[in-house]
């Protein structure tokens, strides 16, 4: 019997080239991976890249788009780890030629995999940065309201919290929500095409595209 993992969220990022398509076509390549089920997609929002112009790691760049996907997975966390390295090579990212906090052309980032722990050098589950980065807890706090990080049972609520308590935080700039994925232009295997994810909820508005990004 195959053991389904619930809740799994993926932090996606991108600041290269139309963004806002790259987001939406990693999130309708994640839910065509086998064995995953996409159940909400977070809005999406801006950010400044990290680190900061005071951090002298800091790298030139445009600011990123960022959102966090929430699914239920019957794979395990490495299983989903090579799938979604898989994705971002299809996507465009080149691991073996980037900036260690350089721009990127799509970034998935596995930060929750059910109430499942991993401490290895290829995979941290939860994502050890999590508490640390408003971008990550702003969306993942909208579709995992009440949400606790398994192990130390940390409320994502209370870290947004302390986060802001401990001194200003990022600039976060809400862009809008993905109205579709349009994918067409990538090369595609043959096969069955899972149904596309809902990305609206009622009472959520439908934002004008301008300039590639989605806004009021």
Known sequence: VSVVHSPVLLG????????????????????ELEGV?????SSVYATPPWPPPDDPRHVPQDDYLNLVVRARADIGPET??????????????DRSDEQR????????????????????PELTVPHPRITQRAFVLVPLLEVWPGGALPGD????????SR?????????IQLVGRLEEAPTAHLARPDGPIAPAA??????????????GIHRF
């Open 12 to 31: 996606l990022g991108a600041n290269v080239g139309d963004a806002m398509t790259q987001l939406a076509a990693a999130v309708e390549l994640i839910g």
């Open 37 to 41: 089920t996409v159940e909400e997609v």
């Open 80 to 93: 989903l780890l090579a799938a979604t390295l898989e994705l971002e090579g299809l996507l465009g990212r």
């Open 101 to 120: 906090w350089g721009p990127r052309s799509i970034d998935i980032d596995l930060l929750v995999h059910g109430d499942e722990l991993r401490d290895l």
């Open 153 to 160: 049972g940390t409320r994502i609520a209370v870290a947004l």
């Open 163 to 171: 986060l802001a308590a401990g001194g200003p935080i990022e600039d």
């Open 198 to 211: 809902g990305f609206l909820r009622p009472g959520l508005e439908v934002f004008k595209k301008v300039g």
